[in-house]
């Protein structure tokens, strides 16, 4: 019998993992395709008067489904002759291919939960996979075979896709969720950078700092991002509550059947991103185009729109200069500005860490700048995909300019969001928040629960009338000299009697100095500035003290208290004898067998 070689299986299992990657890639378009070839094929069907057979409905949809990857398409049917494209992409419809081809270089490019060893048949033979460079090139050229496939089934058709479109943006699209697919698979990291990249680049990469300062910036710019589009939304959905009637009359007058008006809905419902995208670029100020002659602004809508009928143009302003409602808009970029801010000064100084680790006001300035110029890359990104030619001549130019609204967006976030991420950076930091903290290294931080003990025993004290005191320790503990440990308020540290004196009494004024074991002690030195001293624990017994809780009074009247409520079965209060006080004090020694020094010995010290 022949032996095969490991590496000849586990190249083998490499090529078929390439393969497999390949299929997933074609599988993941031809779902994609399938999907919306068959909501095609539904409309086609309830509609009861087509335009063309069941082979036109399909290559439409092919055609569609072109456009949802970006590709603008040619409508070679109008009523001059000449062509005219058609390159508003519906941005909910980029959803699906984009989730489908991430997902395929997702699974691809994860190893395999269980690999199998045999040491006859190759180590690893179940786990060789394909590189994550492999998976991402097998999975970007199956997904285009079918997109090649597409845009000539649909060559024929109503709706055709044009060639040059199909190198971009239809393959940089696939690619990068392709891409983003592998990323996901390897655990997001953010390096190290490609060694064709500039040293200094992958030196700040590979430092830890620099990656969270990152993650900051992209994490603030996205909000930002988020808070532009919600408010665009916002405003298209005031400006078509406002215009319901029009509204209404262009959804009933594009069509009479309700096959018609549910293809209608779907087709606005695909564009509702786009709108909110257009009220983002409407509240940044420069606007958006409706045609090559007219303008919307919020200081007003100037020239001659040229508006087809569609519900959700009923949302566009009324000619002529702008009202305060429409000067309203421009809270958008200004909460998008204070989002940027927030999250910028959540990062620069969180409530659960020292002080000390704070950003500094430079740090700050910069991450929330970066976060500034990622949301204008951003908003470029997003208009340029908005926007798009509906036909020839004045329709050759609708919705926002990209290369307007990304140095808006730019210029919003930043002055605003700047001095905002400082102003929120010193609130956070400000006294009051962080005096218990103040001067207080990481490892001599106290535990929860000591915290919480020695705040229910200050309260307990200030209850008893002593808080002013203890109050007067905290404020030298807190402005104690950097560097040295803050000495604690502890309850051991003071005995204070009920009764006589004042409530700053110690153990030496409640003692008489006859039963005192403890010598009297003399002067004592000048300590240095923020020293402060500490008591001994008292030596005496007990029953020697002069506290009224154990004089004889108090226990005959706790003795009786507790014969009364015993209902007699108690003995009555036992004589005080001295013998029993002797017997006590022998009873002190905690060693019961301890020894006597031996006469030859040391004395005891006293």
């Not at 940044?284 to 200081?299: V, Y």
């Not at 204070?496 to 039963?515: E, I, L, N, T, V």
């Not at 067998?593 to 010290?605: K, N, V």
Request: glycine share 14%; proline share 10%.
């Amino acid at each position: 019998m022949t032996q095969r070689s490991p590496k000849v299986t586990v190249r083998q299992n490499r090529t078929l993992a390439l393969l497999s990657a390949l299929v997933k890639g074609a599988v993941a378009a031809g779902l994609g395709l399938g999907s919306l070839a068959v909501l095609v094929m539904v409309v086609w069907i309830s509609s009861p008067y087509p335009d063309s057979g069941p082979g036109g409905a399909l290559r439409a949809a092919a055609g569609v489904w072109l456009l949802a990857h970006g590709a603008g398409l040619v409508r070679p049917d109008t009523l001059s002759g000449v062509p005219a494209p058609v390159g508003v992409v519906p941005l909910l419809l980029v959803l699906g291919p984009v989730w489908l081809a991430h997902r395929a270089a997702r699974d691809a490019a994860e190893a395999p939960d269980e690999p199998r060893e045999g040491p006859r048949e190759g180590a690893r033979s179940g786990a060789a996979g394909p590189s994550r460079a492999g998976a991402f090139c097998a999975v970007t050229a199956g997904y285009l075979l079918v997109v090649a496939g597409a845009a000539a089934y649909a060559r024929g058709g109503p709706l055709y896709a044009d060639p040059g479109a199909l190198a971009f943006p239809v393959a940089p699209l696939v690619a990068g969720a392709a891409a983003a697919g592998v990323w996901t698979a390897a655990g997001r990291p953010l390096g190290p950078a490609p060694s064709w990249s500039p040293l200094a680049l992958q030196e700040a990469v590979a430092r830890t700092l620099f990656r969270r300062r990152a993650e900051a910036a992209l994490r603030s710019a996205a909000a930002g991002l988020a808070m532009l589009l919600g408010g665009g939304a916002l405003l298209v959905a005031v400006a078509l509550g406002r215009n319901a009637a029009a509204a209404q009359d262009a959804f009933l007058g594009l069509a009479g059947d309700w096959s018609g008006r549910i293809a209608v809905l779907l087709l606005a419902a695909a564009l509702v991103p786009n709108a909110a995208l257009w009220g983002a670029a409407y509240g940044l100020g420069p606007g958006f185009s409706l045609g090559t002659g007219a303008t919307a602004t919020p200081l007003g809508l100037y020239g001659t729109p040229a508006l087809p009928r569609f519900p959700l143009l009923a949302a566009v302003p009324d000619q002529g200069a702008g009202s305060p409602a429409n000067w309203a808009a421009l809270a958008v970029p200004v909460a998008a500005a204070l989002a940027v801010a927030w999250f910028a000064a959540r990062r620069a100084a969180p409530a659960d860490v020292p002080r000390a680790r704070a950003w500094s006001p430079r740090e700050t300035v910069l991450v929330t700048g970066l976060a500034a110029l990622g949301c204008g890359v951003g908003t470029a990104l997003l208009t340029a995909v908005a926007g798009g030619p509906l036909g020839t001549g004045e329709l050759s130019a609708f919705g926002p300019v990209w290369w307007l609204t990304a140095p808006a967006a730019l210029v919003w976030t930043a002055v605003i969001g700047v001095p905002a991420a400082l102003l929120l950076r010193l609130w956070r930091l400000r006294t009051p928040g962080w005096a218990w903290r103040r001067d207080v290294g990481e490892a001599d931080e106290p535990s929860t629960a000591e915290v919480r003990q020695e705040e229910a025993e200050e309260a307990e004290e200030r209850e008893q009338g002593q808080g002013a005191e203890e109050g007067a320790e905290k404020d030298v503990g807190d402005d104690a000299a950097p560097g040295r440990p803050r000495r604690r308020w502890s309850p051991w540290r003071r005995w204070r009697a009920a009764a006589g004196g004042g409530g700053g009494a110690g153990p030496a004024d409640a003692a008489s100095p006859a039963a005192s074991s403890v010598p009297a002690p003399g002067p004592a030195p000048e300590a240095a500035p923020g020293f402060e001293p500490y008591d001994f624990l008292p030596t005496d017994p007990w029953h020697e003290t002069g506290d009224p809780w154990h004089g004889g009074a108090a226990r005959e009247a706790r003795w009786a208290s507790l014969k009364q409520g015993s209902g007699g079965l108690m003995a009555d209060f036992p004589a005080d004898r001295p013998a029993d006080r002797a017997g006590q004090a022998d009873r002190a020694d905690p060693v019961p067998d301890r020894r006597a020094p031996d006469s030859g010995g040391p004395e005891a010290t006293p």
